[in-house]
């Protein structure tokens, strides 16, 4: 198993900045392509990046320019820098990881989310 524990979240006002991060842990394990999600109440969870192994991140449009997503493979750890917050950025933020235990099977892990509040 792969465990996932967020942190960094909490209470900013508008134009704030925050930074996630994302601990994996576990015995032996292999992670790939790590995600931020978010979901805000009343609707669904939405992907908000991804980084790959490699490094390479991937945004979705409305926050292009204002997150950065990174990830250090020697501490098995992501983050999300948030900068320009606004209130729309509220919400639980999750991570995500593919990873494996066993070096064949890969499955989906998730942490259990940070809250994030932004101020107007």
């Known amino acids: 198993q792969v465990q996932l524990v967020e942190s960094g979240g909490g209470l900013v006002q508008t134009g704030g900045s925050l930074r996630l991060s994302c601990a994996a842990s576990?015995?032996?394990?292999?992670?790939?392509?790590m995600s931020w999600y978010r979901q805000a109440p009343g609707k669904q969870r939405e992907l908000v990046a991804t980084?790959?192994?490699?490094?390479?991140?991937n945004y979705t449009d409305s926050v292009k320019g204002r997150f950065a997503i990174s990830r250090d493979n020697a501490k098995n750890t992501m983050y999300l820098q948030m900068n320009s917050l606004k209130p729309e950025d509220t919400a639980v933020y999750y991570c995500?990881?593919?990873?494996?235990?066993?070096?064949?099977?890969?499955?989906?892990?998730w942490g259990r989310g940070t809250q994030v509040t932004v101020s107007s």
């Open positions: 576990g015995r032996t394990f292999r992670l790939g392509t």
């Open positions: 980084i790959t192994n490699g490094g390479t991140p």
């Open positions: 995500k990881a593919r990873g494996t235990v066993s070096g064949t099977v890969w499955n989906d892990y």
